[in-house]
């Protein structure tokens, strides 16, 4: 259980860590002149890729947890894998709704 909470803290540590570089760098952007917000407009395609890249990751890991031999794996492996199938799902119903906004518009 102690491993699943460090790797828990990692990944918000680096997650943080990239959040705080992008920051920097947008700060820098903006005392050089060089900003320009209309430049950062993501494209929903990439919510798609990358939430067909979670979706896929999960169902790995749910099908992998079915085959493991230790019982404290298996938990781990079934609950990472629901909330990373989720989180794909998630990211591609806002694709689609994103992709429905940018049509009516």
């Given at each position: 259980m102690i491993e699943l909470v460090l790797i828990i803290i990692a990944a918000m540590?680096?997650?943080v860590?990239?959040?705080y570089?992008?920051?920097k760098k947008k700060i820098d952007?903006?005392?050089r002149g060089l900003w320009k917000p209309e430049e950062k407009q993501e494209k929903p395609e990439h919510k798609l890729l990358t939430g067909l890249f979670f979706f896929l990751l999960g169902m790995v890991?749910?099908?992998k947890s079915?085959?493991?031999v230790e019982p404290d794996l298996v938990d781990v492996l079934q609950i990472?894998?629901?909330l990373t199938t989720v989180a794909g799902i998630v990211l591609?119903?806002?694709y689609v709704v994103g992709k429905k906004a940018l049509t009516s518009v």
């Open positions: 540590a680096c997650y860590f990239l959040a570089l992008e920051h952007l903006i005392d890991l749910l099908i079915y085959s493991v990472s894998g629901l591609m119903v806002a």
